[in-house]
T-cell receptor
Framework: GEDVEQSLFLSVREGDSSVINCTYTDSSSTYLYWYKQEPGAGLQLLTYIFSNMDMKQDQRLTVLLNKKDKHLSLRIADTQTGDSAIYFCAESLYNFNKFYFGSGTKLNVKP | NAGVTQTPKFQVLKTGQSMTLQCAQDMNHEYMSWYRQDPGMGLRLIHYSVGAGITDQGEVPNGYNVSRSTTEDFPLRLLSAAPSQTSVYFC?????????????FGQGTRLTVV
């Protein structure tokens, strides 16, 4: 399968910005996604970006895509304790029916 | 998660038993898929379907069967459960949304094989 890599842990203080990074290997990726998973729960779609875009902003979330470096990031502004969760980066290829996931970044927000 | 319903939420099986995990979506999506989530490994694709009557294998298909007789339903069958199939299983439904191509996941089924 395709390689999607993320760092395993990130710890920030409440009110700070969080930046979660992801790298992928397949240059034919069509969409790149960010999902949030709280303990014992399913995956919640946070946002996604089409591969011909550089940036997408949605309230406190900003997604940056660097296609040249195959690097995707998710910035959460004013991080809250309710943002503590595991965040998964995923890519879908041109055929849309397969998604490749990173192993997830566990975000810990300290009060 | 909007529109994808998985049942059951929890299940304990004995080695060798069979069972079916149910998945239904009401978004009229063409694509449905099954993933398993193991600690530290993200999600891995088991089987997927691009439409009714069409299924194909993903990364880890061994020990699982699927069928897609309707657009709405995509059940996953464990033929003879093994402890290595202890995992959390997620069903996904994907298709064109208002903003692009979206994929939604069910709440998951936690399966333990003893």
């Amino acid at each position: 399968g395709e390689d999607v890599e993320q760092s395993l842990f990130l710890s920030v203080r409440e009110g700070d910005s969080s930046v979660i990074n992801c790298t992928y290997t397949d240059s034919s990726s069509t969409y790149l996604y960010w999902y949030k998973q709280e303990p014992g729960a399913g995956l919640q779609l946070l946002t996604y970006i089409f591969s011909n875009m550089d940036m997408k902003q949605d309230q406190r979330l900003t997604v940056l895509l660097n296609k040249k470096d195959k690097h995707l990031s998710l910035r959460i502004a004013d991080t809250q304790t309710g943002d503590s969760a595991i965040y998964f980066c995923a890519e879908s290829l041109y055929n849309f029916n397969k998604f490749y996931f990173g192993s997830g970044t566990k975000l810990n927000v300290k009060p | 998660n909007a529109g994808v319903t998985q049942t059951p939420k929890f299940q304990v099986l004995k080695t060798g038993q069979s069972m079916t995990l149910q998945c239904a979506q009401d978004m009229n999506h063409e694509y449905m898929s099954w993933y398993r989530q193991d600690p530290g490994m993200g999600l891995r694709l088991i089987h997927y379907s691009v439409g009714a009557g069409i299924t194909d294998q993903g990364e880890v298909p061994n020990g699982y069967n699927v069928s897609r007789s309707t657009t709405e339903d995509f059940p996953l069958r464990l033929l003879s459960a093994a402890p290595s199939q202890t995992s959390v299983y997620f069903c996904a439904s994907s298709g064109r949304g208002t903003g692009g191509f979206e994929a939604f996941f069910g709440q998951g089924t936690r399966l333990t094989v003893v």
